[in-house]
């Protein structure tokens, strides 16, 4: 069992920056690959990054690409997601997910692969 706790979300202005943390719990976090997605009032989640759960592997959406960098320190079984030059677009939800996996490089852009969310924490940016 995995339980994901995010934090780091808030009130930014456009072209501003957040860095995002999800704590994770139990043992098993080593053995999972994570991802982020985000929701949007009256959106369907979306894909927005993934990491590997040695980190050697990363992906992420085209509409983030250059601007987000995910990352994890596994000794504190913590992954990042730093956003820089936020638009207003960005302004979501944002989740961690985590997806069990022992292959190195495994990664998933589909949310319905994963095991594990977290609750969520508000990202709003203004114009």
């Known amino acids: 069992q995995v339980q994901l706790v995010e934090s780091g979300g808030g009130l930014v202005q456009a072209g501003g920056s957040l860095r995002l943390s999800c704590v994770a719990s139990g043992r098993t976090f080593t053995n999972c690959a994570m991802g982020w997605f985000r929701q949007a009032p009256g959106e369907e989640r979306e894909f927005v990054g993934a990491?590997?759960?040695?980190?050697?592997?990363?992906h992420y959406a085209d509409s983030v690409k250059g601007r987000f960098t995910i990352s994890r320190d596994n000794a504190k079984n913590t992954v990042y997601l730093q956003m820089n030059n936020l638009k207003p677009e960005d302004t979501a939800v944002y989740y961690c997910?985590?997806?069990?996996?022992?292959?190195?490089?495994?990664?998933?852009?589909?949310?319905?692969?994963?095991?594990?969310w977290g609750q969520g924490t508000q990202v709003t940016v203004s114009s």
């Open positions: 997910a985590a997806v069990r996996s022992s292959l190195d490089g495994y990664i998933s852009t589909n949310s319905a692969r994963y095991d594990y």
């Open positions: 990491i590997s759960w040695s980190g050697s592997n990363t």
